[in-house]
Every structure is written in structure tokens, then in C-alpha cells.
């Protein structure tokens, strides 16, 4: 199979590794920087490897639908690698999405290592706002509105909830 990209947190890629040995260099430097930059969203120098493989081997990982998902290993309580797998099988915009989500859930764990309840409006709904705020950041309009009209309850009530509170507070 093909190697992963391997990368820190936020994982900005060097401008001269844009080959594609690996799949979306510039992509993933995109969603990253957008992410520590627009968003500031940074943890340090954690390692974060992203896998670009099939939607089957994604959903076995993270059930039936899942197009992402983030593996998170620690080590006395603190995290000390994550790996990302997301779905060869979407167009740029999606795929930025995809990351921008997952990229959130590892900043969640930074954040409060071990207390990711998946499923959870809060949980779901932070990474979904990610997402969209960085597909509009991207210029990515058409995949940002895909995030408001996601139908899957946790996805579109979290969403709705952090819109809210940016609506509410800035």
C-alpha cells in the first residue's frame, strides 16, 4: 500500500513536498494551515499520520457511513500519535472537509486527552463547525454548505449549536 503521510500537528507540509508519492500534500497543507493559522489550533508537535485508503477500510474502522476517522495513541495520559484515515474516494472539497473534521477531533483529545465521546452533539458538532469554517476559509463554499445540510442529527444539532455561540460571542 502506499505510505503514509506523516506529519506534526498542525501537519504543515514543507512547500517542496508536493510530489504525490503521497496522496494530497497540498491538500493536507491547506486544511492544516488553516487550521493553526485562521483558527489557531495548534498542539504542539504531536505526529499525525494520514492514510488515504478505501471507504470499506474506513468504515471498519469507524462503522457503517464513516468517509474519517482518527486513531488516537497515548501513552501515561497524553497523546502521542494520531492517525487519520480518510477516504481516497471524494474530490478535493470533500476530502478538505474530511481532515478539517478529523483534524478537530485530535485537537479535542489535545485538548482533554481520553474524553472524546463519539456521537456526542459537542464532540461532533466542534468538528463539523472545524470543517466548515475551514472549507469557507478555502474558498470551499460548496462543501461548507454540505455541513449545514448534513441530515445525521449529531452532525447538523452540533453544528447548529457552535454556530449559535459563534453568532452569540465571536
Excluded at 482518527?70 to 481532515?99: F, M
Aim: charged share 25%; proline share 5%.
Amino acid at each position: 500500500g502506499k505510505k503514509p503521510v506523516k506529519v506534526g500537528f498542525p501537519p504543515i507540509l514543507p512547500d517542496s513536498f508536493l510530489g504525490r508519492d503521497y496522496e494530497y500534500p497540498s491538500l493536507v497543507q491547506a486544511v492544516s494551515r488553516c487550521i493553526g493559522k485562521d483558527l489557531k489550533m495548534t498542539v504542539g508537535s504531536l505526529p499525525v499520520e494520514i492514510f488515504f485508503v478505501s471507504t470499506p477500510r474506513v468504515q471498519a474502522l469507524g462503522g457503517l457511513g464513516a468517509l474519517g476517522y482518527a486513531t488516537l495513541e497515548h501513552q501515561d495520559g497524553r497523546l502521542i500519535l494520531a492517525r487519520v484515515y480518510i477516504t481516497s474516494e471524494k474530490d478535493d472539497k470533500e476530502t478538505a472537509h474530511l481532515l478539517a473534521h478529523e483534524f478537530a477531533h485530535i485537537w479535542q483529545d489535545w485538548k482533554s486527552p481520553g474524553s472524546l465521546v463519539r456521537n456526542s452533539k459537542f464532540v461532533e458538532g466542534f468538528a463539523e463547525w472545524v470543517a466548515y469554517k475551514t472549507c469557507l476559509n478555502l474558498g470551499y463554499d460548496e462543501a461548507a454548505a454540505r455541513c449545514l445540510e448534513n441530515k445525521a442529527r449529531v452532525y447538523h444539532d452540533g453544528l447548529r449549536y457552535y454556530l449559535d455561540l459563534e453568532k452569540r460571542y465571536g
